[in-house]
């Protein structure tokens, strides 16, 4: 475990950027939209880890803004679809999780400036 995770917390790996669908995949995740906040799931920092194998499927670790968002059994297969969609993806399977829990702090720069927080 590494040294600054807290004991009891889910490891989450890295995604496997070097992959030739990476790109697409995320790309495929920036088009999902939390309906709550007019920013994109992936630059809002609620996709955790994109894990694709040698076979093309792809499973994604992701969260939301909140346990109680209204969209939580919906989420999983509007992301889905979109990676779905990717040519080239055979499966795709998304994971939700509550640990780490999001913060404002997991936004990119640009859902920064897109909010007014920069």
């Known amino acids: 475990m590494p040294e600054d995770q807290a004991p009891g917390t889910p490891l989450i790996a890295p ?5 030739p669908l990476y790109d697409q995949i995320v ?15 992936y630059d809002l920092g609620l996709v955790y880890t994109i894990k694709i194998d040698a076979e093309s499927a792809v499973d994604i ?8 968002c209204p969209v939580a059994g919906e989420m999983p297969g509007w992301v889905a679809d979109a990676v779905g969609a990717v040519p080239g993806v055979k499966q795709v399977d998304v994971a939700i999780t ?21």
């Open 15 to 19: 995604s496997d950027t070097d992959h």
């Open 27 to 41: 790309e495929a995740c920036r088009s999902v939209y939390d309906p709550e906040i007019p920013v994109n799931i």
């Open 61 to 68: 670790a992701m969260t939301l803004t909140a346990p109680g």
């Open 98 to 118: 509550w640990e780490p829990q999001w913060g404002m702090d997991m936004m990119s720069d640009e859902a920064r400036l897109e909010l007014g927080f920069m």
